[in-house]
């Protein structure tokens, strides 16, 4: 790698993400994830800073999405990597979060809402995202459609979003 190189490299981004259930619900939150800003329903989760080990991350960002705190994650629920011009090797990691604490009270401003849902309503909700990358792993994965561990492949050029492979 020339130091040219070096100089343009865009940082990868890593995201974790929680899988929080009471009962028969699971917890959603609302913040601008569709085209134009549109405020959508997703799962919480966020960035990996560096220096971080994603359940350290994981358990940081969802203190802050939902004010809950949490255990260590009990599994991995899914894996998303996404190629895309913007974000090249993008990677996202799922987990079960069985062990949890506190109310719901955010503490990050890009967070309008949280809440649980029933498995239809929450469904639904996520059935709106715009991006198969976002929408495909969860959905599948809640549904049982896609076995618990599954990683999904994306390759996003343009307005073109190619799911490449799935395991």
Excluded: C
């Amino acid at each position: 790698m020339t130091a040219e190189e070096a100089k343009d490299a865009i940082p990868r981004v890593q995201l974790v993400i929680g899988i929080i259930r009471r009962g028969d619900e699971i917890l959603l939150v609302r913040e601008s994830l569709g085209a134009d800003g549109a405020l959508l329903w997703s799962l919480p989760g966020g960035g990996v800073e560096d220096g971080e080990l994603l359940h350290e991350a994981l358990r940081r960002e969802l203190e802050e999405e939902t004010g809950l705190l949490i255990g260590d994650p009990a599994r991995t629920a899914f894996l998303v990597h996404v190629d895309s011009e913007r974000h090249p090797s993008a990677l996202a990691a799922a987990f079960e979060v069985e062990q949890w604490s506190g109310d719901l009270t955010p503490q990050d401003g890009d967070i309008e809402q949280v809440a649980f849902f029933s498995m239809p309503d929450a469904l639904e909700l996520l059935g709106e995202l715009d991006s198969a990358a976002q929408r495909e792993p969860i959905v599948g994965y809640l549904t049982g459609a896609a076995a618990p561990g599954a990683t999904w492949l994306y390759r996003n050029r343009g307005k073109k979003e190619t799911l490449v492979a799935r395991w």
